[in-house]
């Protein structure tokens, strides 16, 4: 669970966890908070990663994964700690792993009613079209931070997780492709933030296509991860 800044919310969401996943174990990564984000986690009865400086999602999704490879966990479930996903759906998440290595929980496949508008429609739709021809199956939402990773992922992001802006999403996406791992989405409903500040404001928005267009292009024109997915973690 990537978190920065989520003191309103950080401790309900680790509840809902707990909750809905008894048996899960769960790390916080504070990506350099200035609030109570980590405080709290830690008395939610979370384990926690601080960083001392502010990596991104990217950076906090590294320290995750090298965390998870560490321990040889098989599998990692990406949870946003603004409480907007649901942890009742990884269940169908973790399912989906049975034909996959990343399992992604997609706004737009039909299920729930969230919408997208201005520049950041028109980048997911774009990236959507593109990311279905290279992973050659349909793709609607590969910008979703809601996601479960198998025994290849997990290896694979521990040794390469891109931690620049989109990378934690456009990048890691193109990464997992070019190392031949299966990608699927599943849908899923995406609630509203329990607190805490939108990460992208009206003036982000505005930049997020050209960016993600960047984010893409670099993806497909770096060298391909030297990592045997054949392998299991």
């Known amino acids: 669970m990537p978190a920065l800044n989520e003191q309103a919310s950080v401790g309900a969401v680790i509840e809902q966890v707990k909750k809905s996943l008894p048996g899960a174990d769960l ?15 830690r008395a939610a009865g979370a384990d926690v ?21 560490a321990r040889g ?9 603004d409480g907007q996903h649901d942890p009742e759906e990884v269940a169908a998440l973790l399912r989906g792993l049975d034909e996959a ?7 737009f496949a039909g299920k729930g009613s969230y919408k997208a508008s201005g520049p950041r429609k028109y980048a997911m739709v774009a990236l959507s079209l593109v990311f279905s021809r ?10 979703s931070g809601f996601k479960a990773m198998g025994p290849k992922a997990i290896k694979l992001f521990a040794a390469y997780y891109p931690a620049e802006y989109l990378g934690d999403t456009v990048e890691s996406l193109v990464l997992a492709i070019r190392a031949k791992l299966t990608i699927a989405e599943i849908p899923v409903i995406m609630r509203e933030r329990a607190g805490g500040t939108p990460s992208h404001s009206p003036i982000k928005s505005a930049v997020y296509l050209s960016r993600a267009g960047l984010a893409l292009l670099l993806a497909l024109v ?5 990592v045997d997915s054949s392998d299991s973690a």
């Open 101 to 107: 290595d990343i399992v992604i929980g997609s706004r």
């Open 49 to 69: 990663a601080r960083l001392a400086v502010n990596l991104g999602v990217g950076g906090a999704m590294r320290t995750g994964f090298r965390y998870a490879a």
């Open 27 to 41: 790390l916080v990564v504070d990506d350099g908070s200035v609030d109570e984000t980590a405080k709290l986690a």
């Open 134 to 143: 290279l992973a050659r199956r349909k793709l609607t939402d590969v910008t």
């Open 73 to 81: 966990y098989d599998v990692v479930v990406q949870v946003d700690a």
């Open 222 to 226: 770096r060298r391909r991860p030297a």
